[in-house]
């Protein structure tokens, strides 16, 4: 299943770089109704892209057990499932560490070095005060840019591309009195304003809390902090790299630099 779900999220990128390609083609020609349905199947395939990539994940070998593995496949959100691979994760960790501290006190015991065990015993709880920090941390990226643009996400993969419906009154027996009850006019203008840079930035988050999650599993405890300062800095750079680039500039920039193209063609 992991080498299964590797080619299927490795082939799914390389969809993800070429629809963002395309888009920024409609971009340069001003083709507004063919970038709009660009954008809409780029959302699709990042959320493919998403399960297929937590598939792949908790497939990996010696990973989890068969239950944790049940587990996370039967919570219906892939927010929910995201979250719940996390909590595995850090308890894994959690669990590493412990067995680690419990070892080393049976050794100063033995060797009646007693005077070190408070210090090895600080030491673990210093280690488990920096974890919980990270696991925080990456909860707080799960939730801002995977939770809550995912309820956009839904929308289209339900095929409302133009008008988000409400769910609650899709389940209802009966019609509401009110038909403009229908639309979730919230979600309906999020699903205007959607643009492939907040997709892409949310992208390339995604990957790299998919990496941590791959580091822990691999690493455990050994050097997981500083494999998780990597990938973490990473994020945080590339989120203020593009704070301040918007979609008005991207277009704005996309077009002259077409527009220039084409003149240099005339002439």
């Not at 297929?52 to 990996?60: L, N, R, S």
């Not at 005060?129 to 956009?152: A, G, M, Q, R, V």
């Not at 691999?218 to 989120?239: A, C, P, V």
Request: glycine share 2%.
């Amino acid at each position: 299943m992991f080498q299964k779900q590797t080619k299927n999220v490795q082939y799914l990128k390389t969809v993800i770089t070429q629809l963002n390609r395309d888009i920024n083609d409609s971009i340069r020609k001003k083709d507004i109704e063919t970038e709009e349905i660009r954008v809409k199947l780029l959302a699709l395939t990042y959320s493919a892209w998403s399960e297929a990539q937590f598939t792949q994940i908790i497939y990996t070998p010696n990973a989890f057990t068969i239950d944790e593995i049940n587990s996370m496949i039967k919570i219906k959100s892939i927010f929910g499932k995201w979250e719940k691979l996390i909590n595995l994760s850090f308890e894994k960790i959690e669990t590493y560490k412990y067995i680690e501290k419990e070892k080393n006190m049976q050794k100063l015991k033995d060797e009646n070095r007693n005077s070190e065990i408070q210090i090895l015993c600080q030491e673990f709880q210093n280690h488990n005060n920096l974890i919980k920090e990270k696991k925080d941390e990456i909860t707080y990226f799960l939730k801002k840019y995977i939770k809550e643009p995912s309820s956009i996400r839904n929308k289209i993969a339900h095929g409302q591309w133009i008008n988000a419906l409400d769910d609650s009154e899709i389940r209802a027996k009966e019609p509401p009195p009110n038909p403009h009850l229908k639309i979730n006019f919230d979600l309906t203008d999020k699903l205007s304003k959607l643009n492939p840079l907040s997709i892409m930035r949310e992208f390339e988050v995604h990957t790299e809390l998919g990496q941590i999650i791959r580091k822990i599993i691999e690493f455990k405890s050994k050097g997981f902090t500083s494999e998780y300062d990597i990938h973490m800095n990473k994020i945080k750079l590339r989120l203020e790299e593009t704070e301040s680039f918007t979609m008005e500039r991207k277009r704005e920039k996309l077009i002259k630099v077409y527009s220039s193209y084409q003149k240099q063609r005339e002439n």
